[in-house]
């Protein structure tokens, strides 16, 4: 890794709280293409002026380290790094005052979050946006979670603790976005969920967890628990339920 590469990364967090005289990228942060399409990832700039910077694009896959797909200097030249062909093409909007990465003909594998960083004099001056999750639907090879468990400590004989404890294991999903979204009742529930981080398998799949905790009296006769796994390419959704233990 280039030392330019290694101190953007090391700088990254303290960028996205840059003083007064930072550039502001703003990126939006879902979108979604269908496969063979050109998928179009906006960055406009809410503080400063894009003929004043260097822009450069990050490409990062969940369970992965960021890679460095291009720089589009402020003369115009593109500058790619060799795992990134023509595909990517870097564009600056001076009307709307935003960079684009136009992505061609885009595939399914091309599924990951997308930054954009504004740069000038060396890194002295620079600030990326938050991310930007490009989805790719359609693809033949987008499939589905292949397994979705549900476990908990609700059959427990003789609870210690007043609190229940529930796991959502998502497993073999491809690409590797997913959402998984808890509900009690038919009421979503959003307090006491802690997300795991999404995992790259040996085989190029992924899975990730969701543990729930809330007070065990909320699993009653009349309000099973559910979690609800989203996979964003394929469309699929999987639910599984948990319900009041004999």
């Given at each position: 890794?280039?030392?330019?590469?290694?101190?953007?990364?090391?700088?990254?967090?303290?960028?996205?709280?840059?003083?007064?005289?930072?550039?502001?990228?703003?990126?939006?942060?879902?979108?979604?293409?269908?496969?063979?399409?050109?998928?179009?990832?906006?960055?406009?700039?809410?503080?400063?002026?894009?003929?004043?910077?260097?822009?450069?694009?990050?490409?990062?896959?969940?369970?992965?380290?960021?890679?460095?797909?291009?720089?589009?200097?402020?003369?115009?030249?593109?500058?790619?790094?060799?795992?990134?062909?023509?595909?990517?093409?870097?564009?600056?909007?001076?009307?709307?005052?935003?960079?684009?990465?136009?992505?061609?003909?885009?595939?399914?594998?091309?599924?990951?979050?997308?930054?954009?960083?504004?740069?000038?004099?060396?890194?002295?001056?620079?600030?990326?946006?938050?991310?930007?999750?490009?989805?790719?639907?359609?693809?033949?090879?987008?499939?589905?979670?292949?397994?979705?468990?549900?476990l908990s400590?609700?059959?427990?004989?003789?609870?210690?603790?007043?609190?229940?404890?529930?796991?959502?294991?998502?497993?073999?999903?491809?690409?590797?976005?997913?959402?998984?979204?808890?509900?009690?009742?038919?009421?979503a529930v959003?307090?006491?969920?802690t997300p795991?981080?999404?995992?790259?398998?040996?085989?190029?799949?992924?899975?990730?967890?969701?543990?729930?905790?809330?007070?065990?009296?909320?699993?009653?006769?009349?309000?099973?628990?559910?979690?609800?796994?989203?996979?964003?390419?394929?469309?699929?959704?999987?639910?599984?339920?948990?319900?009041?233990?004999?």
């Open positions: 890794m280039s030392s330019w590469v290694l101190h953007l990364c090391l700088s990254l967090a303290l960028s996205l709280h840059g003083g007064a005289f930072q550039p502001l990228p703003v990126q939006p942060p879902q979108v979604s293409f269908a496969e063979g399409t050109t998928a179009v990832l906006r960055c406009p700039l809410e503080r400063g002026e894009i003929q004043d910077y260097h822009a450069f694009w990050f490409r990062q896959k969940p369970g992965d380290r960021p890679a460095h797909i291009l720089k589009h200097h402020i003369d115009g030249q593109i500058e790619r790094t060799n795992a990134f062909n023509e595909r990517f093409v870097p564009v600056r909007d001076a009307g709307a005052n935003a960079y684009a990465l136009q992505i061609q003909a885009v595939r399914t594998e091309d599924s990951a979050t997308y930054w954009c960083v504004a740069e000038i004099n060396h890194f002295n001056t620079f600030a990326s946006g938050a991310g930007t999750q490009l989805s790719v639907t359609g693809g033949k090879s987008a499939k589905a979670p292949a397994s979705v468990t549900l400590d609700a059959a427990a004989p003789m609870p210690d603790s007043p609190m229940l404890h529930a796991l959502c294991l998502a497993k073999q999903f491809y690409p590797g976005f997913v959402e998984i979204k808890w509900s009690a009742a038919g009421n959003s307090e006491g969920v795991g981080a999404v995992v790259l398998n040996d085989n190029g799949s992924y899975s990730t967890t969701s543990i729930l905790c809330v007070p065990r009296n909320l699993l009653s006769s009349n309000a099973s628990i559910k979690c609800s796994v989203h996979h964003y390419s394929s469309g699929a959704k999987v639910e599984r339920s948990l319900e009041q233990p004999c």
